[in-house]
């Protein structure tokens, strides 16, 4: 058994944001700001390598095909250091050239290739060959939303107009599932957790974001979401797989932030949040850096003439460790296809207070896939016998980390899965006839 060591409990009185200084700008992907690549950014993922790849919305760029030259999107690859070393224009599905036309979004996968929206088309490209590994076509013809990914690589997708229902598509790309979302205009991101079991559905018209959760993958999602992030106009997010923190932007001047009835808000446009989803609030802002063409000046949003401005589809996407991001916008250069930002201070800002305890609480283990340890946090409101066991998806016990008397605290616990398989694995926290149970994926 593990030592379970006591950790900082939240006071209770709320702290501001926590300050974006935490997080630097370091530049502008790619550095070379007249490099081709760089404009109307509406997609952004970090490959197996640590690549980030983009695409736009535009086909501004020419495939020459024999003596044809076809207007295409490409997949741009660009290193950490932003020089732009790969491009992909076109793929072969069925021995046929498919060229890669109007760019909608993207994301990595669960093995760090590349999920690409073109239209009603989402492919997936092997990051290290360019090559296309599979094909799915939205039934319906519609263009799709950028998807999100969980832990087992299930892929979760939208459309742009309120015609069909978000589907989830298997590490295969066959559907096994659907979830009858109804929308309220136009979407272009959905994000969902890795343990997949809550989606995040988000359109500028919601003026908030939708949260749908279930408690097991055989529940139906439910009819009525929980409304999250009031006052966001929000077109782009991300679950940050490291963190478990969902990321989104909170408006634009086409879609304008603060406008969620009965909710007085003060939401900055062309700026990225993070979100706590288990606390349930914000936690951390970002700006767009102050560089020429900026939408920033020493911290101040600069005016625009009404529906000038770009918007913030692209992104964001996150390095493996989770302490690098991507931030991109639509729109021309010399603003870059995305800022590259990094965090400098992984240190909780929270204080401690080790009187305020007043729930028993099971948190969701950090990191979330992991691979080979795990850290799981537990909350204790009464003192007496304890237990913290790991279970297989039979329910077959793997390990006790805990079974001991505790005092009331907070609490965590290492547990190192090293000898164990890959897989899904449960862990449940018991004390004073209460029980809760999580899931964690383990990913060698």
Not at 207 to 235: C, Q
Request: aromatic share 12%; proline share 6%.
């Amino acid at each position: 058994m593990r030592k379970a060591t006591a950790l900082i409990i939240a006071a209770l009185f709320l702290l501001p944001l926590v300050s974006s200084a935490q997080w630097e700008f370091e530049h502008g992907m790619p550095v070379d700001s007249t490099h081709t690549a760089n404009t109307f950014t509406h997609g952004l993922a970090v490959d197996g390598d640590g690549n980030l790849w983009s695409h736009s919305f535009f086909n501004w760029w020419s495939l020459i095909v024999e003596e044809d030259t076809i207007a295409v999107c490409p997949l741009w690859v660009i290193n950490p250091e932003g020089e732009v070393i790969d491009s992909v224009k076109y793929v072969m599905l069925a021995d046929t050239l498919q060229p890669l036309q109007t760019g909608r979004g993207m994301r990595a996968d669960h093995e760090g290739n590349i999920l690409a929206v073109y239209g009603s088309h989402l492919y997936r490209i092997n990051y290290q060959t360019g090559e296309l590994m599979d094909f799915y076509q939205q039934p319906e013809g519609l263009a799709m939303t950028t998807p999100a990914v969980d832990a087992l690589g299930n892929i979760y997708i939208g459309t742009v107009l309120a015609e069909a229902p978000v589907r989830i598509l298997n590490a295969d790309f066959e559907t096994i599932d659907e979830a009858a979302i109804p929308q309220t205009g136009v979407s272009r991101t959905i994000s969902a957790t890795q343990d997949g079991l809550t989606i995040f559905y988000f359109a500028p018209g919601e003026n908030a974001g939708l949260k749908y959760t279930r408690e097991t993958e055989f529940d139906p999602w439910p009819e009525v979401p929980d409304t999250i992030l009031h006052g966001m106009s929000i077109r782009a997010s991300k679950v940050n797989r490291v963190t478990g923190n969902l990321w989104v932007d909170a408006g634009d001047d086409r879609e304008p932030a603060n406008q969620y009835e009965g909710v007085e808000t003060d939401w900055l446009h062309y700026a990225w949040y993070e979100y706590d989803i288990e606390a349930d609030e914000v936690i951390t802002e970002i700006k767009w850096y102050n560089l020429e063409n900026s939408f920033y000046s020493a911290g101040v949003r600069v005016p625009r003439e009404e529906g000038s401005g770009p918007e913030p589809r692209g992104g964001p996407a996150f390095s493996h460790d989770g302490m690098t991001g991507y931030f991109g916008q639509i729109w021309l250069s010399p603003v870059p296809l995305a800022q590259k930002w990094t965090f400098t201070d992984p240190v909780s800002v929270r204080p401690t207070d080790p009187t305020v305890a007043d729930d028993f609480m099971l948190h969701q283990n950090y990191p979330n896939p992991f691979n080979p340890a795990t850290e799981i946090k537990f909350t204790l409101i009464e003192a007496g016998k304890t237990t913290l066991t790991v279970y297989d998806v039979l329910g077959r016990e793997v390990e006790t980390l805990v079974n001991e008397n505790m005092q009331p605290g907070s609490y965590t616990v290492t547990f190192d899965a090293s000898h164990l398989p890959s897989g899904t694995y449960l862990y449940a926290l018991e004390s004073q006839g209460q029980r809760i149970v999580k899931k964690m994926v383990f990913l060698k």
